[in-house]
């Protein structure tokens, strides 16, 4: 697999090569590299004043400020492993954490200055993986699970990325996510290296007003997700809007169905829309190129990387469905810790030094190497005799008139085969619709309509806090 992309030693690096055009831009103003240089260097000092040996864990709480960006990178340059913590998470997820990965300091910034604590964590391993991430996701299990992502890989991920997407100066990149989840921190890494400018908004800030806030700070570029999307794209409906100033919309996070790709459309007619596909695993494994036309697929491999179809151990050929598997130099280098072969049995290194993670996700590589991504392997099941997928019956559910998003819940022990949804449509309505689309043995056995739909802090729908629901426990 050869790569023209180099790969960085550190991603800090990116801010000292920024064009003077970067910038990050958040409630409190415009900040410059120096600004964040200057932020960083005071963590830096703080850290190695308060004991930090190289390859420590430490953790860092914090909100979406550039404060709180430099704070990341101050830490890193300290030679930390950094663990990203949202402020907005529960105290106990933070100290679970924290417990599961060792750290020996958090780190915070409030108005009175860096705050650090001491906490039971082991000394650094000798200064393995320093300068590194892991970034905790808690996946479908709701258990916290961190991915040691080495500067290396984040470098390569980084620069990639930029090939394909080619953000430019004059670009103002909407980042609307917590900087704990990956897609929302790249944002700033690839600002750096294009020169544009990152908006950071609020958490919270991705309601109604948001739509205005885009037009008014003059975004050209957002990332994206379903969930996202669809909000914005109903309320500019509803509200005779468009976003004008939009040249480019990534989507990941879920399938950008056709119906979405559409309503993307209205709402910024001069943007190219993106659809994408990948996991913190290895941050971005395919990308639509810009330059083509929009359909239904998650894009080609990124540069210098490959995506393989496998069953039975084996690769499968163009159009054959299996278990999308991933290699390359963004393939991180596992769940933490990364000794653990039991935690890492999907990650595995090739005789010629290749690194792979089977995703857990099934899919197909058209004869042109498009992928297309039908689900979690997990969210196959069998409705009354018939191989069906989640991912399948939520796109039904979605194209159904009157539906804006749905959820759907595999059978799981005595707990029957169930689907959400948020919308106008009646549950018989949909059951009708539902009639053309899908054959009778994949409807599900329970059709809910709910006000809303919870999500998690990441912006994805919460299956588990839908299952609560549906179950009538309270939330």
């Known amino acids: 697999m050869p790569s023209t992309i180099r790969t960085a030693a550190g991603f800090s690096g990116l801010?000292?090569?920024?064009?003077?055009?970067?910038?990050?831009?958040?409630?409190?103003?415009?900040?410059?590299?120096?600004?964040?240089?200057?932020?960083?260097?005071?963590?830096?000092?703080?850290?190695?004043?308060?004991?930090?040996e190289p390859?420590?864990?430490?953790?860092?709480?914090?909100r979406r400020t550039a404060r709180d960006v430099a704070t990341l990178i101050g830490a890193q340059r300290a030679g930390a492993v950094v663990v990203p913590a949202d402020s907005g998470i529960p105290v106990r997820r933070r100290a679970a954490i924290a417990a599961d990965c060792g750290a020996r300091f958090s780190i915070t910034h409030d108005g009175n200055g860096i705050r650090t604590h001491p906490l039971a964590g082991p000394d650094g391993a000798h200064g393995e993986h320093a300068g590194g991430l892991l970034i905790y996701t808690s996946g479908s299990s709701g258990t916290p699970k961190g991915i040691l992502c080495p500067p290396a890989a984040v470098g390569f991920a980084v620069?990639?990325?930029?090939?394909?997407?080619?953000?430019?100066?004059?670009?103002?990149?909407?980042?609307?996510?917590p900087l704990t989840f990956d897609y929302g921190l790249y944002q700033v890494w690839l600002a750096m290296l294009a020169g544009a400018v990152v908006r950071l908004y609020p958490e919270g800030a991705a309601g109604p007003a948001l739509l205005g806030r885009l037009a008014a700070d003059g975004v050209t570029v957002l990332p994206s997700m379903p969930v996202l999307s669809e909000a914005l794209v109903r309320l500019a409906d509803r509200r005779g809007r468009t976003l004008p100033g939009l040249r480019l919309i990534t989507s990941t996070g879920g399938a950008c169905a056709p119906a979405q790709v559409r309503g993307l459309r209205r709402l910024a007619p001069a943007a190219r829309i993106v659809p994408m596909y990948g996991l913190t695993e290895c941050k971005r494994a395919a990308i639509t190129d810009p330059a083509r036309a929009d359909d239904s697929a998650s894009g080609t491999a990124l540069p210098g990387t490959e995506i393989r179809i496998v069953a039975d151990g084996a690769a499968l050929p163009a159009g054959a469905v299996g278990e999308i598997?991933?290699?390359?130099?963004?393939?991180m280098a596992g769940y933490w810790p990364v000794t653990d072969p039991v935690r890492n049995e999907r990650f595995r290194t090739d005789a010629d030094g290749v690194r792979w993670v089977a995703t857990g996700d099934s899919g197909y590589l058209d004869a042109v190497g498009n992928l297309h991504v039908e689900g979690r392997l997990d969210d196959v099941f069998k409705?009354?005799?018939?191989?069906?997928?989640?991912?399948?019956?939520?796109?039904?559910?979605r194209a159904v008139d009157g539906v804006e998003e749905a959820c759907v819940l595999p059978p799981r022990g005595d707990t029957p085969y169930a689907a959400a949804y948020r919308g106008?449509?009646?549950a018989d309505a949909v059951r009708a619709h539902l009639a053309e689309l899908l054959e009778p043995a994949k409807?599900?056995?329970?059709?809910?309509?709910?006000a809303e739909l919870p999500?998690?802090?990441?912006?994805?729908?919460?299956?588990?806090?839908?299952?609560?629901?549906?179950?009538?426990?309270?939330?």
């Not at 000292?16 to 240089?37: K, M, N, T, V, Y």
Request: proline share 5%; net charge negative; hydrophobic share 45%.
């Open 455 to 475: 999500l998690n802090h990441n912006g994805k729908i919460d299956r588990r806090a839908v299952a609560r629901l549906l179950e009538g426990e309270p939330e």
């Open 383 to 397: 409705a009354n005799g018939y191989r069906t997928s989640a991912a399948e019956v939520e796109a039904a559910l």
């Open 325 to 331: 598997h991933v290699g390359g130099p963004h393939v």
């Open 55 to 62: 390859g420590d864990r430490v953790l860092a709480v914090v």
């Open 443 to 450: 409807h599900p056995a329970t059709l809910t309509a709910l």
């Open 424 to 426: 106008a449509a009646t």
């Open 159 to 177: 620069r990639a990325i930029a090939e394909c997407l080619r953000y430019r100066p004059d670009d103002v990149i909407a980042q609307p996510l």
């Open 15 to 52: 801010l000292h090569r920024a064009p003077a055009s970067f910038g990050i831009r958040d409630e409190d103003g415009l900040w410059r590299a120096g600004d964040l240089d200057r932020w960083a260097s005071e963590v830096e000092s703080a850290l190695r004043d308060a004991g930090l």
